[in-house]
């Protein structure tokens, strides 16, 4: 598909929601984890 490439100009609100909501729950994963591997 020739017309692949679309400009990353302007995302949706559900997009960019989803995105943060992502970020997020990696954050907390990675916390949690570190906890547990501090907390033995």
């Known amino acids: ?3 692949d490439k679309k ?3 302007k995302k949706s ?3 960019m929601s ?5 970020g ?3 954050v907390i ?3 949690t984890v570190v ?5 033995g």
């Open 18 to 22: 989803g995105m943060v909501a992502t």
């Open 24 to 26: 997020v729950l990696v």
């Open 13 to 15: 609100d559900a997009a």
């Open 29 to 31: 994963a990675l916390l």
């Open 7 to 9: 400009p990353k100009r």
């Open 1 to 3: 598909m020739p017309e």
């Open 35 to 39: 906890f547990v591997v501090i907390g």
